[in-house]
């Protein structure tokens, strides 16, 4: 199992920036795909992005196309998700995932085996 902690939610107002981390220990990664999602109140937890760790494949949402970006530190076993141009509707908490899965169910929530507590990401208008 791979043990996630994320951190670098907080309150930010709309047009700025955040970038979240995901520290993860207990297995190599190399054979994984790491995932970020979020729930906004009221709504289910969505896909935002993902990263296969061994070649740095990503994957992004329509929703946040242009102004998010994940990469990873393989010094650091870390995962990052760099969030510019934030608005409003970005407000929710974010998780990390972490699963061995195909990059075709990159997006889906049940590929993930391990995930993180969460941090909350609220944006002002």
């Known amino acids: 199992q791979v043990q996630l902690v994320e951190s670098g939610g907080g309150l930010v107002q709309a047009g700025g920036s955040l970038r979240l981390s995901c520290a993860a220990s207990?297995?190599?990664?190399?054979?994984?795909?790491m995932g970020w999602f979020r729930r906004a109140p009221g709504k289910e937890r969505e896909f935002v992005a993902a990263?296969?760790?061994?070649?740095?494949?990503?994957n992004v949402a329509d929703s946040v196309k242009g102004r998010f970006t994940i990469s990873r530190d393989n010094a650091k076993n870390t995962v990052y998700l760099q969030m510019n141009s934030l608005k409003p509707e970005d407000t929710a908490v974010y998780y990390c995932?972490?699963?061995?899965?195909?990059?075709?169910?990159?997006?889906?929530?049940?590929?993930?085996?391990?995930w993180g507590q969460g941090t909350q990401v609220t944006v002002s208008s």
């Open positions: 990263i296969r760790w061994s070649i740095g494949l990503t």
């Open positions: 207990g297995r190599t990664l190399g054979s994984y795909v």
């Open positions: 995932g972490a699963g061995r899965t195909d990059w075709g169910k990159s997006r889906l929530e049940s590929a993930f085996a391990s």
